[in-house]
């Protein structure tokens, strides 16, 4: 049973930085990709950033390149997300994902559908 748990949400300051961390325990296999959407009220689910453990790469969604980065520290089985110079428009719920044998290319991050497992989310606001 794949289980993802996300942490560090909560208020940010305009302009200041995030750090978000997704715990993951379960997964038996190394063909995955692991991202972080995100969700703002009345809005559709985005993707933020992806990473892909079986190639090492990650993709970032556009409106966030230069500001996002994505990590994993495999010792701990954890991924994180951290992001510069939050705006008004970061503000949403994070979710956590994991997706069984996906192919990550940018497209991933604008396809929820392909995730297999998420967490529950953690809610981000940003405020000045």
């Known amino acids: 049973q794949v289980q993802l748990v996300e942490s560090g949400g909560g208020l940010v300051h305009l302009g200041g930085s995030l750090s978000l961390s997704c715990e993951i325990s379960?997964?038996?296999?190394?063909?995955?990709?692991i991202c972080w959407f995100r969700q703002a009220t009345g809005k559709e689910r985005e993707g933020v950033s992806c990473?892909?453990?079986?190639?090492?790469?990650?993709y970032n969604e556009y409106s966030v390149e230069g500001r996002a980065a994505i990590s994993r520290d495999g010792a701990k089985n954890t991924v994180s997300l951290r992001m510069t110079n939050m705006q008004p428009e970061d503000t949403a719920v994070y979710y956590c994902?994991?997706?069984?044998?996906?192919?990550?290319?940018?497209?991933?991050?604008?396809?929820?559908?392909?995730?297999?497992?998420w967490g529950s989310g953690t809610l981000v606001t940003v405020s000045s």
């Open positions: 994902a994991v997706g069984m044998h996906v192919l990550l290319n940018q497209a991933t991050l604008w396809s929820p559908g392909l995730m297999n497992y």
């Open positions: 379960g997964l038996t296999s190394d063909d995955y990709v």
């Open positions: 990473w892909s453990e079986k190639r090492d790469i990650t």
